[in-house]
């Protein structure tokens, strides 16, 4: 991206994957700093990741770089309707009332990760990911009520494949919002206690064992990147299966819209569910 006079503005995914690639002036905090001082207690990552936030907010409140961003979505929408009627798409938002942590456990040198958009460097959800949750919600919950939604069943297939068929329904990656991508990032912090008993590997112990746990040990604040509650999400199912009338289309589209939301109502997606991260909820009117 560039800011009005030609310049390079902030990339989130850059900014903590990448040495020295934004115009930051005189940034406080490099990636390599928050790498290489682990004896910090997490403050030179924190930093980063404050200074990331900031930039990527700045970098977004730019003259023309949100309807540059809703620009993309549009020209990426109507690739689909090129070649899909409207009946055969359907299209919804949902708002995070958690924090969301998609991508948490993908590989980053900055021990936990968020999944951010290459390009653009927002938060995003693959759309693997929301199949993953419907498929696994279809399975485990309405499979409890019918068998047909159960795994190599005759509903689960025809939503979701199987490895000798593909299935009716394609997921897209879900774009956060144009008129709230500026404050779609937050951190957020862990503080695992233990960490020196908690990582002992029996095969590599030697002959001088570490003393076990106790309560006064000393928690190590482990700072993140996360995406802030109250942030937009849009999401897009389409079918191309040909051979389906019109009405059944849309049924299979509805069902599995369905699924999604109340997926993502009850179960939420991204890492840390059990700790109530990454609930969603339906947003009408938009």
């Not at 940034?27 to 930093?47: H, V």
């Not at 299935?167 to 779609?184: E, N, Q, R």
């Not at 389409?238 to 699924?259: M, S, Y």
Request: hydrophobic content about 40%; charged content about 20%.
């Amino acid at each position: 991206m560039h800011d009005e006079r030609g310049g390079t503005v902030l990339n989130a995914f850059l900014a903590i994957t990448k040495q020295a690639t934004t115009d930051l002036n005189a940034p406080k905090i490099t990636l390599c700093q928050a790498i290489q001082n682990p004896s910090d207690k997490g403050k030179d990552k924190a930093a980063l990741y404050e200074q990331v936030i900031q930039g990527h907010k700045s970098a977004w409140q730019l003259k023309g770089q949100q309807e540059w961003y809703q620009a993309r979505f549009d020209q990426y929408k109507q690739a689909l309707e090129a070649n899909l009627s409207l009946s055969r798409i359907n299209e919804f938002v949902m708002k995070n009332v958690s924090p969301l942590l998609v991508g948490h456990g993908g590989v980053s040198a900055l021990e936990t990760s968020l999944t951010l958009h290459r390009i653009y460097g927002v938060p995003y959800i693959p759309g693997t990911a929301i199949k993953g949750l419907a498929a696994h919600y279809c399975h485990h919950v309405l499979g409890n009520e019918n068998s047909d939604f159960l795994a190599d069943h005759a509903y689960y297939t025809a939503l979701f494949g199987s490895q000798d068929q593909a299935g009716y329904i394609c997921f897209h990656d879900a774009w956060v919002t144009s008129h709230l991508i500026g404050s779609a990032l937050v951190q957020d912090v862990m503080t695992p206690h233990h960490q020196a008993y908690n990582a002992i590997q029996l095969q590599k112990l030697g002959p001088k064992m570490d003393a076990a746990p106790r309560d006064d040990d000393d928690p190590i604040p482990l700072p993140f990147l996360a995406v802030k509650v109250s942030s937009h999400f849009r999401f897009m199912l389409t079918c191309a299966i040909d051979g389906l009338e019109e009405v059944q289309t849309k049924q299979w589209l509805n069902i599995a819209e369905e699924i999604v939301v109340h997926a993502l109502e009850h179960e939420g997606i991204g890492g840390k569910t059990n700790a109530g991260y990454g609930l969603m909820v339906r947003v009408t009117g938009e």
